[in-house]
């Protein structure tokens, strides 16, 4: 089951296969979890988003139409769309959370074995970014996430946001811009 093809697995989910769902699962999960961690940084939130993602897969199936995108960029829509109501729906703290914690609690990978110096260097410039990506509006911060991070296409993300493709490029445009100039500024 792990060769077949994302369309493939989506008619066995519609058949209520739990294993088609756990190898899209497999698939998908890790990435999906960055953006929404990425886009809300709380490791929470982005947990039970993922788990309602998938949720929401296993019961609206048969709504996905190869003809409207792929299942990736489906599944980011809906994804986006949980990830935007949660955070509507309450205020929640922003707290900076370095992604590299998350796979390092994950792995049980042990840090201090690498060079103290180049590690150092490495996370603070890590921290630099993640603090200038989380200045940006949300979305500014939404499209370089989306692009940038997650390798979607400009077509399936004005798919996902109903926004048209020339306004993203611009907005993914506008976010470097802006993502570089907190940079500088944060600099000194």
């Known amino acids: 089951m792990l060769n077949y093809t994302d369309e493939e697995l989506i008619e066995l989910i519609n058949d209520r296969n739990t294993k088609a769902l756990k190898v899209l699962y497999e698939r998908y999960n890790m990435g999906i979890f960055n953006f929404i961690l990425r886009y809300t940084n709380n490791k929470e939130i982005a947990e039970d988003v993922l788990q309602e993602t998938f949720?929401?897969?296993?019961?609206?199936?048969?709504?996905?139409?190869?003809?409207k995108g792929t299942l990736k960029a489906w599944l980011f829509t809906i994804s986006l769309n949980i990830t935007r109501n949660e955070m509507s729906k309450k205020q929640y703290a922003y707290n900076y959370i370095d992604i590299e914690e998350v796979y390092n609690e994950e792995s049980g990978l042990d840090e201090e074995l690498n060079e103290p110096d180049y590690l150092l260097e490495e996370m603070e410039t890590k921290d630099r970014i993640n603090k200038a990506i989380d200045m940006l509006n949300p979305y500014l911060r939404e499209i370089l996430l989306l692009k940038h991070f997650n390798g979607l296409k400009f077509r399936e993300i004005a798919d996902m946001t109903d926004t048209p493709e020339g306004t993203l490029k611009a907005r993914f445009h506008n976010a470097l811009k802006r993502l570089k100039e907190i940079l500088v500024e944060t600099e000194n």
Do not use: E, P, Q
């Not at 949720?55 to 003809?67: K, L, P, Y």
């Open 55 to 67: 949720t929401r897969v296993w019961f609206a199936s048969h709504t996905f139409n190869i003809s």
